[in-house]
């Protein structure tokens, strides 16, 4: 089991490698970009609308909680924005991306290779990693970092009117500490956490696709298996990211 684990972990780098060197590499498939650039976000735009509200609310409702407990009212702003844009925002693509475009990625994929349609185009001298992966890869990864951007306004308008509403909170409190502790950095590491979490979402998602097994059953169990994998590696990652981010970049005034 062990090695078998392993096994499947060098390949899954190793299609990562791949679709990283085939980026670079002549025709562009332009037309395929777009068409997937299109699926995934249509899928996956009007869900991160409607997630990002109850995240930014839940997030404000509680962490304005907390900073009453401790007289930090004034805070409350600052630290449920800075919670949206760094961990929220990315972590809603991500696993949006994952479910609804990931796993479509992974079933159109499956179903091209049990119907051996890759084998087709391998014997013709086309790669289906260039021709079918990397389109997809990088549709995840420019929705991803788009859609992070949307979902970091709305999350972030959902916490400021919970805080004002419900919690009694001052505008220009919630602002001024949203000022105060927020810096440029911090909208940075969103965007990247974005960009990565896409790609690690399209890389898992071809990658499962293009492995299936057993037939069209195998290809229903290789979609539920790219979601599980990708939400695992979404949260280590993420885990890490952070990790480093905190240890890089000082806090505001620190």
Do not use: H
């Not at 289906?128 to 929705?143: E, G, I, K, N, S």
Request: aromatic fraction near 10%; include cysteine.
């Amino acid at each position: 089991m062990i090695t078998g684990a392993l096994r499947q972990t060098g390949r899954l780098f190793a299609l990562a490698a791949e679709v990283s060197r085939a980026v670079f590499r002549r025709p562009f498939q332009f037309r395929e970009f777009i068409e997937q650039f299109w699926f995934v976000a249509s899928v996956t735009i009007l869900p991160a609308a409607l997630v990002s509200i109850p995240f930014g609310a839940v997030i404000a409702l509680q962490v304005g909680s907390l900073t009453q407990q401790f007289g930090a009212q004034s805070f409350t702003g600052g630290a449920s924005v800075l919670a949206v844009i760094q961990q929220a925002s990315p972590l809603i693509v991500a696993l949006l991306i994952a479910g609804a475009g990931g796993s479509a990625i992974c079933a159109d994929l499956g179903s091209r290779k049990i119907r051996e349609e890759l084998d087709a185009m391998e014997v013709m001298g086309v790669s289906p990693v260039q021709r079918l992966v990397v389109p997809r890869v990088l549709a995840t990864m420019a929705v991803a970092v788009l859609l992070n951007g949307m979902v970091s306004v709305v999350g972030t308008l959902g916490g400021y009117f919970f805080n004002i509403v419900l919690q009694d909170g001052t505008p220009g409190a919630y602002l001024s500490s949203f000022s105060a502790l927020a810096q440029l950095p911090d909208l940075y590491i969103s965007e990247l956490k974005a960009l990565i979490f896409g790609f690690i979402a399209g890389i898992v998602a071809a990658y499962r696709g293009l492995n299936p097994r057993g037939g069209p059953k195998g290809v229903g169990d290789a979609v539920n298996q790219s979601v599980v994998i990708t939400f695992l590696l979404l949260f280590f990652v993420n885990m890490v990211l952070t990790g480093l981010y905190l240890q890089i970049v000082p806090p505001k005034g620190g």
